[in-house]
């Protein structure tokens, strides 16, 4: 069983078939069994818990072994993934959810497995962002913002993204705008270049086009230049994560 579903910047899924290598990305990622506890490998710690999230940029691997999970991968630079940062998961490579808000979505995730409604999806993502959502946090910075816009309105068939490009844009050097990115966001240019095409292939995959044409659409070399930081970024194949699926649209 694989239900996908996109929110914004964010991917969740309902699954019974995660199997993955150990990988790293840049993507905040919270995991949540739906009975008993799940076990995690977190930055080499083997955890067991009833509910997790794993810092951006944390080696982990997973497997659902057969049973009913839920997981969302958190844009960092979005409201939920910068406050699930800064308050929760600070400088630490992961955070385990309390006793009574973990059961709480264990019991949401159930109903909504046994109801498969739009509406019980929206429950369930609506309790994950009132547990992590603050509205205290400071905006970017304006050039930080004009960065992240051009970045996300950027259409790579016509226009590969480079740093390059960016830096010409916003009248700075290569390495200044490298910096004052990383320094914003907590997040390489680079890196974060590499995580907006590699949502943008499964957002049109999501829409029904091919791997290889998405991926060439999306800014990648070639399809096995997409199927290599696909591996590396998600510990799976991009036909594994997409087989048996169906992809969901949910509206909170």
Same mark, same amino acid.
């Given at each position: 069983?694989?239900?996908? +579903?996109?929110? %914004?910047?964010?991917?969740?899924?309902?699954?019974?078939?995660?199997?993955?290598?150990?990988?790293?990305?840049?993507?905040?990622?919270?995991?949540?069994?739906?009975?008993?506890?799940? !076990?995690?490998?977190?930055?080499?710690?083997?955890?067991?818990?009833?509910?997790? $999230?794993?810092? $951006?940029?944390?080696?982990?691997?997973?497997?659902?072994?057969?049973?009913?999970?839920?997981?969302?991968?958190?844009?960092?630079?979005? *409201? /939920?993934?910068? #406050?699930?940062?800064?308050?929760? =998961?600070?400088?630490?490579?992961?955070?385990?959810?309390?006793?009574?808000?973990?059961?709480?979505?264990?019991?949401?995730?159930?109903?909504?497995?046994?109801?498969?409604?739009?509406?019980?999806?929206?429950? =369930?993502?609506?309790?994950?962002?009132?547990? +992590?959502?603050?509205?205290? =946090?400071?905006?970017?910075?304006?050039?930080?913002?004009?960065?992240?816009?051009?970045?996300?309105?950027?259409?790579?068939?016509?226009?590969? =993204?480079?740093?390059?490009? /960016? $830096?010409?844009?916003?009248?700075?050097?290569? @390495?200044?705008?490298?910096?004052?990115?990383?320094?914003?966001?907590?997040?390489?240019?680079?890196?974060?270049?590499? /995580?907006?095409?590699? *949502?943008? !292939?499964?957002?049109?995959?999501?829409? %029904?086009?091919?791997?290889?044409?998405?991926?060439?659409?999306? %800014?990648?070399?070639? @399809? $096995?230049?997409?199927?290599?930081?696909?591996?590396?970024?998600? %510990?799976?194949?991009?036909?594994?994560?997409?087989?048996? #699926?169906? +992809?969901?649209?949910?509206? /909170?």
């Amino acid at each position: 069983m694989n239900d996908i +579903f996109m929110i %914004g910047q964010n991917f969740g899924a309902i699954t019974n078939s995660i199997k993955s290598d150990l990988h790293s990305h840049w993507l905040l990622q919270l995991f949540v069994s739906a009975n008993g506890k799940l !076990v995690i490998n977190v930055d080499g710690e083997e955890i067991s818990c009833k509910a997790i $999230a794993v810092n $951006a940029n944390i080696i982990h691997e997973f497997y659902t072994e057969d049973l009913i999970h839920f997981t969302m991968l958190v844009h960092p630079t979005s *409201q /939920l993934g910068r #406050s699930m940062r800064t308050y929760f =998961l600070k400088n630490n490579p992961y955070y385990i959810l309390s006793e009574d808000r973990a059961v709480e979505l264990q019991l949401l995730l159930l109903n909504t497995v046994l109801i498969k409604k739009s509406s019980n999806y929206a429950d =369930l993502i609506k309790s994950v962002v009132s547990y +992590f959502d603050n509205d205290t =946090l400071t905006a970017f910075d304006p050039k930080i913002k004009t960065i992240i816009k051009m970045i996300d309105s950027c259409d790579s068939e016509k226009t590969p =993204l480079r740093v390059k490009y /960016l $830096a010409k844009a916003m009248y700075l050097s290569e @390495s200044r705008i490298s910096h004052l990115f990383k320094e914003e966001t907590g997040i390489p240019l680079k890196s974060y270049i590499v /995580l907006h095409n590699l *949502q943008k !292939v499964y957002q049109k995959i999501f829409n %029904g086009e091919s791997i290889t044409d998405a991926a060439i659409a999306s %800014g990648f070399d070639s @399809s $096995a230049h997409f199927a290599f930081t696909n591996k590396k970024m998600t %510990g799976m194949s991009a036909r594994d994560i997409i087989k048996d #699926s169906r +992809f969901l649209k949910v509206s /909170l």
